[in-house]
């Protein structure tokens, strides 16, 4: 397209010649140079400009309907924090997948058949443990948590585990210790007795008899409230009401279970009798506990922190509350959102706080730089407030706009919580846009005029920040050739190490080493082999399927094959199934004879063993298929482990079990495992989609913004490059991409290109006045460089703050994000100047220009 307008225009507002502080250059009092322009360049122009009539009109307004502004604002803030009050709390393992996510529904279905299988474990490990006085210990222990845990559906230890035994043709079932031992004798008969049952191994005791475990098991429902004889007396005298589903056990229930545990245990703990509890709810609520330190903890810090910077630069104390009121009252309007709308608090969300605090100050403080800079320079206060907003009001919108969309890239993520802080981010840096926009210049109308005129930083400060900032300015622009040289080359290397990384999903590698129950779990994993379940559910399709034999065989054969041959690091502690208790059954009803521990030849014996096993009195048949025999359940316990070893394992199981019953019978694989799997996969498919939403929507604004589609793209190499270093810092540092550390990329383009935006739309701007590439860097690092320094700063601080974290993926976190905005700002300072001056190296000098035009 052909450029539109002379390359020379007359300036009417430079009517004298001035050296900039660059040296370099000189402005013509009568002519300066343009950029040529084409049409759609000169209609983006246009649309800035009237844009930023709009700004200044709006703070004009603001400025006349300060009071009713603010009002307007804090009733909005208290309608929206009264949601505060509905917000909870949930760490759970299901909590990571989103409602209706077919594994989901899958594990909720087979918790109505069979029950939770996410259970405590503790572990006691006395000096002797087939002793009077340990078994007396365990039995205390025992007792207790039978009676001071709530809402257990049932308690398993060596007091009560199921001994089967036959006399003459009876089947007898009771608890182990339902005879307690009084000899030494009795004692290496219990010791023999325990040892030789294949069922306890791994189960309730350790292969080398030294670690017995009691194993809780929670229930799937909250109980019921006790009812005295007359109320449930009344019921018979009323028509039933309609049953309705029941309410699951919840994040309170669940935590009142583990906080008696936890109290239990400490009171049975002593010398020569070492306990651990363990298990999923244990290291769920652990993190819970951590959530919430870490949340606390973060926001204190972060607000500190950032009224601390905030005195140092402005001074001042109007400086200092009207940002940090801008984005206080934006995050409790986003929290009090997420309660209203019913979204739990989980675990990625506990960044949320402080990063919008730290993000939210950052539009306030370049709309607070350049009041200040007006106000020093002798305009009238409303005037430098209307000023300030029109010249700082579209790059402060754009730049709200890209971090939304950087954080807003991740609503589509198939994670729920990174789903779930995708878009209340993004809300929230919206809300602080609005905030930003109304409270600010009202509030800056507001407050008195002294007040507004200490909004100024120190001289000598400003001074020393001035010449930093011209150097920055000088080195880019003269040495451009080698400055995007050495990017580029260290851009390939870094992507040589970044694709080397490997994902990871391990919340309990988040909690510190000495945390209880990271001990606990690696002691229970190592002695009795492993806390976390893997279930298949067998559904024969037929009534009374699972009285087949050959079905049973092949559970059994499964069975052995598992415990022997498991695939890649996992390896199997223990594994239960219906034909396990036929084999008991069927030995008993032999004599008790070890050669009959196996399934019956006859496969008419086999319902009727199972009768009487029923009519002996135990359900724990219940626990292991459905009432009409038709499905079965087929569970195998693990030791805790990063989940990238489970899916390898989990298709070993499901190859094996296809090949073992082909169509003949229908095998879902479930289990806590399988929902860590699942996480680990979306984690994987959701942080490859999110870099490439968020890198395509923020290019697309930047193109948008400057009106150039070839200046905005090489104007976008500022904010990949720090990515690509960041990715090559993990790979060097052994820092894996998990479900935090995938955060890293999303968040920090969509603040890094903030600074390239305020960059860029004051580069053109000055471009358009002086013609010179090195006075118009020079002059918008002068005026936007200051708060881009001071805005990276605080985000900077603002993610550092996350390295006191207790959760280490957190401390990752918030290393890296920092990094990450460091290193951007330095590629704005460095990088940016170097490559608007390759992209305008044809643009003829203001000299040389003058001298052209005299000679003609």
Same mark, same amino acid.
């Given at each position: 397209?052909r450029?539109?307008?002379?390359?020379?225009?007359?300036?009417?507002?430079?009517?004298?010649q001035?050296?900039?502080?660059?040296?370099?250059?000189?402005?013509?009092?009568?002519?300066?140079?343009?950029?040529?322009?084409t049409?759609?360049e000169?209609?983006?122009?246009g649309?800035?400009?009237?844009v930023?009539?709009?700004f200044?009109?709006?703070a004009?307004?603001?400025?006349?309907?300060?009071?009713?502004?603010?009002?307007?604002?804090?009733?909005?803030?208290a309608?929206?924090?009264?949601g505060?009050?509905?917000l909870?709390?949930?760490?759970?393992?299901?909590?990571?997948?989103?409602?209706g996510d077919?594994?989901?529904?899958?594990y909720e279905?087979f918790?109505?058949?069979f029950g939770r299988?996410d259970?405590?474990?503790?572990?006691?490990t006395?000096d002797?443990?087939?002793?009077?006085?340990?078994l007396?210990?365990?039995k205390?222990l025992h007792d207790?948590?039978a009676?001071?845990v709530p809402?257990?559906a049932?308690i398993?230890s060596?007091?009560n585990?199921?001994?089967t035994?036959g006399e003459?043709?009876?089947?007898?079932v009771?608890?182990?210790?339902?005879s307690?031992?009084?000899?030494?004798?009795?004692?290496?008969?219990?010791?023999?007795?325990?040892l030789?049952?294949?069922l306890y191994?791994?189960?309730?005791?350790?292969?080398?008899g030294?670690?017995t475990?009691i194993?809780l098991?929670?229930?799937?429902?909250?109980?019921f409230?006790?009812q005295?004889?007359?109320d449930?007396?009344?019921?018979f005298?009323?028509?039933?009401?309609d049953?309705?589903?029941?309410?699951?056990?919840?994040?309170?229930?669940?935590?009142?279970?583990?906080?008696?545990?936890?109290?239990i245990?400490?009171e049975h703990?002593?010398?020569?009798?070492?306990?651990?509890?363990?298990?999923t709810p244990a290291?769920?609520?652990?993190?819970? +506990?951590?959530?919430?330190?870490d949340?606390r903890?973060s926001v204190? %810090?972060a @607000?500190? &922190?950032? =009224? $601390? /910077?905030l005195? +140092?630069?402005?001074?001042?104390?109007?400086?200092?509350?009207?940002? %940090?009121? @801008?984005? &206080?009252? =934006? $995050? /409790?309007?986003?929290?009090?959102?997420?309660?209203?709308l019913?979204t739990?608090?989980t %675990?990625?969300?506990?960044?949320?706080?402080?990063?919008?605090?730290?993000?939210?100050?950052?539009?306030a403080?370049?709309?607070l730089a350049i009041?200040?800079?007006?106000?020093r320079a002798?305009?009238?206060?409303?005037?430098?407030?209307?000023a300030?907003?029109?010249?700082?009001?579209l790059p402060v919108?754009?730049?709200?706009?890209?971090t939304?969309?950087g954080?807003?890239?991740?609503?589509?993520?198939?994670?729920a919580?990174?789903?779930?802080?995708?878009q209340y981010?993004a809300?929230?840096?919206l809300?602080?846009?609005v905030?930003?926009l109304i409270l600010?210049p009202?509030?800056l109308?507001?407050?008195?005029?002294?007040?507004?005129?200490?909004?100024?930083?120190?001289?000598?400060a400003?001074?020393?920040?001035d010449?930093v900032?011209?150097?920055?300015?000088?080195?880019?622009?003269?040495?451009a050739v080698?400055?995007?040289c050495?990017?580029?080359?260290a851009?390939a290397v870094?992507?040589?190490?970044?694709?080397?990384?490997?994902f990871s999903?391990d919340?309990?590698?988040?909690?510190?080493?000495?945390?209880?129950v990271?001990?606990?779990?690696?002691?229970?994993?190592r002695?009795?082999?492993g806390?976390v379940?893997?279930?298949?559910?067998?559904d024969?399709?037929a009534?009374?399927?699972?009285?087949d034999?050959?079905t049973?065989?092949k559970?059994?054969a499964?069975k052995?094959?598992?415990e022997?041959?498991s695939?890649?690091?996992?390896?199997?502690?223990?594994?239960l199934?219906?034909a396990?208790?036929?084999?008991?059954?069927?030995?008993?009803?032999?004599e008790?004879?070890?050669e009959?521990?196996?399934?019956?030849?006859?496969?008419a014996?086999?319902?009727?063993?199972?009768?009487?096993?029923?009519?002996?009195?135990?359900?724990?048949?219940?626990?292991l298929v459905?009432?009409?025999?038709?499905?079965a359940?087929?569970?195998?316990r693990v030791?805790?482990?990063?989940t990238?070893a489970?899916?390898?394992?989990i298709r070993?199981?499901?190859?094996?079990?296809?090949?073992a019953?082909?169509?003949?019978a229908d095998v879902?694989?479930?289990?806590i495992?399988s929902?860590?799997?699942r996480t680990l996969?979306?984690t994987?498919?959701?942080?490859?989609?999110?870099?490439?939403?968020a890198?395509?929507?923020i290019?697309?604004?930047?193109?948008?913004?400057?009106?150039?589609?070839?200046?905005g793209?090489?104007?976008?190499?500022?904010?990949?490059?720090?990515?690509?270093?960041?990715l090559?810092?993990?790979?060097?540092a052994?820092?894996p991409l998990n479900l935090?550390?995938?955060l890293?990329?999303?968040?920090a383009?969509?603040?890094?290109?903030?600074?390239?935006?305020?960059?860029?739309?004051?580069?053109?701007?000055?471009?358009e006045?002086?013609?010179?590439?090195?006075?118009?860097?020079h002059?918008?690092?002068q005026?936007?460089g200051?708060?881009?320094l001071?805005t990276?700063?605080?985000?900077?601080a603002g993610?550092?703050i996350f390295?006191l974290?207790?959760?280490?993926?957190?401390v990752?976190?918030?290393?890296?994000?920092?990094?990450?905005?460091?290193t951007?700002?330095?590629a704005?300072f460095v990088l940016?100047?170097?490559l608007?001056a390759?992209?305008?190296?044809?643009?003829r000098?203001?000299?040389?220009?003058?001298?052209?035009?005299?000679?003609?």
């Open positions: 397209m450029p539109h307008g002379p390359l020379w225009t007359a300036d009417a507002h430079h009517h004298h001035r050296r900039t502080s660059c040296g370099r250059c000189r402005h013509s009092a009568r002519l300066r140079p343009t950029v040529p322009r049409r759609r000169l209609i983006v122009t649309i800035k400009a009237r930023e009539k709009w200044e009109a709006l004009a307004f603001l400025c006349r309907r300060r009071i009713p502004a603010i009002i307007v604002v804090l009733l909005a803030t309608a929206a924090a009264s505060l009050r509905y909870v709390i949930d760490t759970s393992t299901e909590s990571f997948l989103r409602t077919p594994v989901l529904e899958r279905d918790r109505e058949q299988d259970v405590i474990i503790v572990s006691v006395p002797e443990l087939f002793t009077l006085e340990s007396t210990g365990l205390a207790s948590l009676s001071g809402n257990l049932g398993t060596m007091i585990a199921r001994s035994r003459s043709d009876r089947l007898i009771e608890d182990l210790l339902q307690w031992p009084e000899s030494e004798p009795d004692l290496a008969a219990l010791r023999s007795q325990v030789a049952n294949p191994r791994n189960l309730l005791i350790s292969p080398d030294t670690v475990t194993v098991e929670l229930a799937g429902h909250a109980e409230e006790e005295s004889v007359d449930a007396l009344a019921l005298d009323e028509s039933p009401p049953a309705g589903p029941r309410e699951r056990l919840g994040e309170e229930e669940t935590q009142e279970v583990i906080e008696a545990v936890g109290e245990v400490a703990r002593r010398d020569g009798f070492v306990l651990h509890a363990a298990g290291v769920t609520e652990s993190l819970k +506990a951590a959530l919430q330190d949340m903890r204190l %810090l @607000v500190t &922190v950032i =009224a $601390l /910077l005195c +140092a630069v402005f001074r001042s104390v109007a400086a200092v509350m009207l940002p %940090l009121g @801008v984005v &206080v009252l =934006a $995050l /409790l309007s986003t929290l009090g959102l997420m309660g209203h019913g739990p608090v %675990l990625p969300i506990v960044i949320l706080p402080s990063f919008l605090l730290a993000v939210g100050v950052g539009a403080v370049h709309l009041h200040s800079r007006n106000i002798g305009h009238e206060r409303e005037r430098a407030i209307i300030a907003v029109g010249h700082a009001g919108l754009l730049t709200s706009l890209t939304a969309a954080l807003g890239s991740f609503a589509v993520a198939d994670v919580p990174i789903a779930d802080l995708g981010s809300i929230g840096v809300i602080a846009l905030y930003t600010l009202a509030g109308a507001l407050i008195p005029s002294w007040a507004v005129r200490a909004v100024a930083p120190a001289d000598r400003s001074a020393m920040t010449r900032l011209a150097a920055f300015a000088r080195f880019g622009v003269r040495n080698p400055i995007v050495a990017f580029l080359v851009a870094a992507f040589g190490l970044a694709v080397q990384l490997r999903h919340v309990l590698s988040w909690l510190p080493e000495h945390w209880p990271q001990q606990a779990t690696r002691a229970i994993d002695n009795v082999g806390s379940s893997l279930e298949v559910v067998l024969t399709g009534e009374n399927g699972l009285h034999r050959d049973l065989l559970l059994d499964l052995r094959d598992i022997s041959e695939a890649g690091p996992t390896k199997v502690g223990a594994v199934s219906v396990d208790l036929l084999k008991e059954i069927h030995q008993a009803l032999n008790n004879r070890a009959f521990h196996r399934i019956p030849e006859n496969p014996l086999i319902p009727q063993e199972f009768l009487l096993f029923e009519n002996s009195g135990s359900d724990d048949l219940e626990d459905d009432f009409s025999f038709s499905r359940r087929f569970s195998m030791p805790w482990q990063d990238l489970y899916p390898p394992f070993d199981v499901e190859a094996r079990f296809a090949d019953f082909g169509d003949s879902t694989v479930t289990g495992m929902l860590l799997s996969e979306n994987i498919r959701s942080a490859a989609r999110s870099y490439l939403i890198s395509v929507v290019t697309l604004m930047m193109v948008a913004l400057i009106g150039r589609i070839g200046t793209l090489i104007s976008m190499l500022p904010n990949f490059t720090p990515i690509l270093f960041t090559a810092l993990m790979q060097v052994g820092i935090f550390t995938m890293v990329g999303s968040i383009i969509g603040l890094a290109v903030d600074d390239t935006v305020h960059f860029m739309h004051h580069f053109h701007r000055y471009l006045r002086t013609g010179s590439v090195e006075a118009a860097v002059e918008t690092l005026t936007s200051r708060a881009m001071l990276s700063t605080v985000l900077t993610f550092f390295c974290a207790d959760m280490r993926n957190l990752d976190f918030g290393f890296l994000t920092g990094v990450t905005i460091v951007a700002l330095a704005d940016a100047p170097a608007m390759l992209r305008y190296r044809n643009l000098r203001p000299e040389a220009a003058a001298q052209q035009g005299e000679a003609k």
